[in-house]
């Protein structure tokens, strides 16, 4: 009798240490947070579909959407607007490439990652916009040609500082005079 308790006490202790040891392990995993996920996938240029949307987390543990964009058009895609949309607000973030390397080839495909904190709560994800590869844009009107504005000025800025980088050290290399 003496045996069964002690072996029952012993289990006792012993199933005791294991869940404090499994609850040490648990508290260092981060709390999940809800996604915003899509509640649909459109597109408003011909020929550029969503084909698959993933959860992934990044390298701070936020969490980001994989999707993979397909384009079955015969003209390459240097940037891409993906917002999503509700009658009275869009959000949304777009990505760009330069010329010589687009983001989504002709009768080609492309994964990219968006921040799924840029998203409105059950409102379809949708390729607002893109750029082509000679410059047009086409899309949502407003927000293709926001886009494109928007793309032109910072290429112009990135350019310039390119630019001033450039001088700055042919002026270092030829020293004090």
């Known amino acids: 009798m003496k045996k069964r308790i002690f072996a029952g006490i012993a289990m006792l202790g012993l199933v005791t240490v294991c869940l404090a ?3 040490k392990r648990v508290e260092g995993i981060p ?3 809800q996604v915003r996920m899509p509640s649909s996938f459109k597109t408003a240029i011909e020929g550029i ?4 949307v993933n959860v992934v987390y990044d390298d701070l543990n936020d969490p980001v959407l994989d999707v993979t964009i397909r384009n079955n058009t015969s003209r390459s895609v240097t940037a891409i607007l993906l917002q999503s949309v509700t ?3 869009s959000s949304g973030e777009g990505l760009g490439s ?3 390397n687009p983001m989504l080839p002709a009768f080609g495909s492309g994964t990219m990652k968006f921040k ?3 998203l409105l709560e059950n409102a379809p994800l949708m390729v607002a916009a893109v750029i082509w590869d000679d410059g047009t844009a086409s899309g949502l009107p407003k927000s293709a040609e926001r886009f494109r504005k928007t793309l032109t000025e910072t290429a112009a800025q990135a350019e310039a500082a390119n630019q001033a980088a450039i001088k700055k050290a ?3 290399k030829e020293g004090p005079q």
């Open 49 to 52: 579909d969503i084909v698959g």
């Open 21 to 23: 040891l499994a609850y």
């Open 31 to 33: 709390p999940q947070q």
């Open 87 to 89: 009658p009275t607000h």
């Open 170 to 172: 042919a002026q270092e």
């Open 98 to 100: 330069p010329r010589e």
């Open 116 to 118: 799924a904190s840029s």
